[in-house]
């Protein structure tokens, strides 16, 4: 199975792309939006990778910056393409509404995760959505998502599980590092048969190479992530590596090279001060006795 493309990917090499012609041609946002004859919103969105990519705003920049290469003009345009092609979660997502503080966007991280190749999560009140099971993941949706239908917690569900087989694929699989504080496995999400599939799909994950995870357990004492929860996102093709932060005033994006590397480092030192992989797994399989 070949790894899932979507269009964030090239939105965001094209908004680099669009970005170095224009430092190249030593304009500001302010004098290519005068010339575009619109927003400077729209000339970062588009060079942030948020804005979808229309042919003729691009063939105009192209102009503006004065990009004469045949090739540097057909690989512009090939990414605006590409960058308008439909996302596989985009159907689950389809009628579900977003959410203030819990679901702002819900097609957004699915996007960024579709083009990473390693994904490293800390997590301290419940499991990672790469993590989930089924039943697990619809108790924790209907919990958090009280005023949506019991269908659009569906929908939402299905795209963790799609997310899920990038785990599982033979080419070039997803590498998973997680760290788990101690504290959510003593949180039993819904009766002990859901807890029991849950920590036992956790032990069978923990066995693939590409997986790593790692407890934190209670004796660990202070960390420098005690700030909360947060996943960095390891990106192909050179893209910026983003840290996803989802907390009670809503998702957070951060992308900045200084942002990046201090999340890199928080998720070393509690990787570190966690037990290691064999040694998790034994404290994962405790919990299971005891569930069980």
Same mark, same amino acid.
């Given at each position: 199975?070949?790894?899932?493309q *979507?269009?964030?990917?090239?939105?965001?090499?094209? *908004?680099a792309?669009?970005?170095?012609?224009?430092?190249?041609?030593d304009m500001?946002?302010?004098e290519?939006? !005068?010339?575009?004859?619109?927003?400077?919103?729209?000339?970062?969105?588009?060079e942030?990778g948020?804005?979808?990519?229309?042919?003729?705003?691009v063939? !105009?920049?192209?102009r503006?910056?004065?990009?004469?290469?045949?090739?540097?003009?057909?690989?512009l345009?090939?990414?605006? $393409?590409?960058?308008r092609?439909?996302?596989w979660?985009?159907?689950?997502?389809?009628g579900?509404?977003?959410?203030?503080?819990?679901?702002?966007?819900p097609?957004?991280?699915?996007?960024?995760?579709?083009?990473?190749?390693?994904?490293?999560?800390?997590?301290?009140?419940?499991?990672?959505g790469?993590?989930?099971?089924?039943?697990?993941?619809?108790?924790?949706?209907?919990?958090m998502?009280?005023?949506?239908?019991?269908?659009?917690? !569906?929908?939402?569900?299905?795209?963790?599980?799609?997310?899920? $087989?990038?785990l599982?694929?033979?080419?070039?699989?997803? %590498?998973l590092?997680?760290?788990?504080? !101690?504290?959510?496995?003593?949180?039993?999400?819904g009766? $002990?048969? #859901?807890?029991?599939?849950?920590?036992?799909v956790?032990?069978?994950?923990?066995?693939?190479?590409?997986?790593d995870? %790692? #407890?934190?357990?209670?004796?660990?004492?202070?960390? $420098?992530?005690?700030?909360?929860?947060?996943?960095?996102?390891?990106? %192909?093709?050179?893209?910026?590596?983003v840290?996803?932060?989802?907390?009670?005033?809503?998702?957070?994006y951060?992308?900045?090279p200084?942002?990046?590397?201090?999340?890199?480092?928080?998720?070393?030192?509690v990787?570190?001060?966690?037990?290691?992989?064999a040694?998790?797994?034994?404290?994962?399989?405790?919990?299971?006795?005891?569930?069980?």
């Amino acid at each position: 199975m070949a790894p899932q493309q *979507g269009p964030a990917g090239p939105r965001r090499r094209l *908004g680099a792309e669009l970005r170095r012609l224009r430092l190249n041609a030593d304009m500001t946002l302010d004098e290519v939006a !005068e010339k575009m004859t619109c927003s400077t919103s729209k000339i970062s969105r588009l060079e942030t990778g948020k804005g979808i990519p229309k042919l003729p705003d691009v063939n !105009e920049l192209i102009r503006i910056y004065g990009v004469t290469s045949d090739a540097e003009q057909d690989m512009l345009r090939r990414l605006v $393409r590409e960058g308008r092609t439909q996302g596989w979660w985009e159907p689950y997502v389809e009628g579900v509404h977003p959410e203030r503080f819990v679901l702002d966007s819900p097609g957004r991280y699915p996007a960024l995760e579709t083009e990473a190749v390693a994904v490293r999560p800390f997590t301290t009140t419940f499991l990672h959505g790469l993590l989930q099971t089924r039943e697990y993941a619809t108790l924790l949706m209907a919990e958090m998502l009280p005023h949506h239908s019991e269908a659009e917690v !569906e929908q939402l569900v299905e795209i963790r599980m799609q997310r899920q $087989r990038a785990l599982m694929r033979d080419d070039e699989p997803l %590498r998973l590092a997680a760290v788990l504080d !101690e504290a959510l496995l003593n949180r039993q999400v819904g009766d $002990r048969a #859901v807890m029991d599939r849950q920590l036992r799909v956790l032990v069978e994950l923990s066995e693939r190479d590409n997986v790593d995870i %790692r #407890v934190l357990p209670f004796d660990a004492g202070l960390h $420098r992530a005690l700030a909360g929860p947060f996943t960095v996102l390891e990106l %192909r093709d050179r893209l910026a590596d983003v840290v996803y932060i989802e907390g009670a005033a809503g998702d957070s994006y951060l992308d900045t090279p200084a942002d990046v590397k201090l999340y890199k480092e928080i998720h070393a030192d509690v990787s570190a001060r966690a037990v290691d992989p064999a040694a998790s797994r034994d404290l994962l399989l405790r919990y299971l006795r005891r569930h069980t």
